[in-house]
Every structure is written in structure tokens, then in C-alpha cells.
């Protein structure tokens, strides 16, 4: 019996210690491996427990609005500022946007911008 729970425990240790080279599951759709995702071209990477890091571009992305507004909510009201009152991020180059702080004064919204958002190559999804 301890032979046994040895031998299980050493396979599956070494198998997290060599990356697996065949798929867990294919289809002619997408594969997907121990810590990837791969679909044709574009590949979804675990980087860590809180990161995934892709490389797909959306062709929708060229009409994305630079301009983003929002409203909080708690209890799926509409209840944190009045009616007509939005905050807002307008997306550039940046990596990160303004703390927003719930049921605080929004500064004047800009005019909406004509360009549209930046490609993006490399991105990299997490968690705080």
C-alpha cells in the first residue's frame, strides 16, 4: 500500500515538474494544456495563481470608444450618484486608472474623443 501511495505521489510530482507537451483536451476548436489555452494563433498563459496573460486581439477593438463611463451600484441600485451623474476613465496609454472613489463628486465629463482605444499587444489580466 505505502508502495503504491509512493509511486502515485512521484508520478504526479514529476508531472508538475516537466511541462506537458500533449494537450489534457483537443478539438479542432482549441486545445487546452496545464496552464494554456491555445486556440489557432492566439494563446491564453497562466503566469502565476492571480495572472493570465493573452495575446488575442479582438477585431472589434478598433471601434472601442477612448471615453468609458460608469456607474457604482450597491444591491443592483442605481443609488451611489444622481440621475445624468457618471464617472468616467478615458482610456490611453496607461496601464492603470484614477482611484474612484464611491459617491464622490465626478469632475466634468470630457468631450468624447475621436480616436478610438489603443491596441493593446501584450495583455495581462489579474487580480488586486
Known amino acids: 500500500m505505502n508502495k503504491t501511495i ?3 505521489a512521484l508520478a504526479v510530482l514529476s508531472a508538475c515538474q516537466t511541462p506537458q507537451k500533449t494537450p489534457l483536451y483537443q478539438s479542432d476548436a ?3 494544456y496545464p496552464a494554456k489555452v491555445s ?3 492566439h494563446e491564453a498563459r497562466v503566469i502565476s495563481p492571480t495572472q493570465i496573460q493573452s495575446n488575442y486581439q479582438s477585431p472589434a477593438n478598433a471601434t472601442f470608444p477612448r ?3 460608469f456607474k457604482c451600484s450597491i444591491n443592483e441600485k442605481d443609488n451611489e450618484l444622481p440621475p445624468g451623474k457618471d464617472h468616467w476613465v478615458l482610456i490611453g496609454d496607461e496601464h492603470e486608472s484614477p482611484v474612484i472613489v ?3 463628486p465626478v469632475p466634468p465629463q470630457p468631450p468624447k474623443p475621436a480616436t478610438f482605444c489603443p491596441s493593446i499587444t501584450n495583455t495581462l489580466f489579474g487580480s488586486i
Request: proline share 0%; net charge neutral; hydrophobic share 65%.
Open 30 to 32: 482549441f486545445s487546452v
Open 6 to 8: 509512493f509511486l502515485f
Open 67 to 69: 471615453l468609458v463611463t
Open 102 to 104: 464611491f459617491g464622490a
Open 39 to 41: 486556440q489557432g494563433m
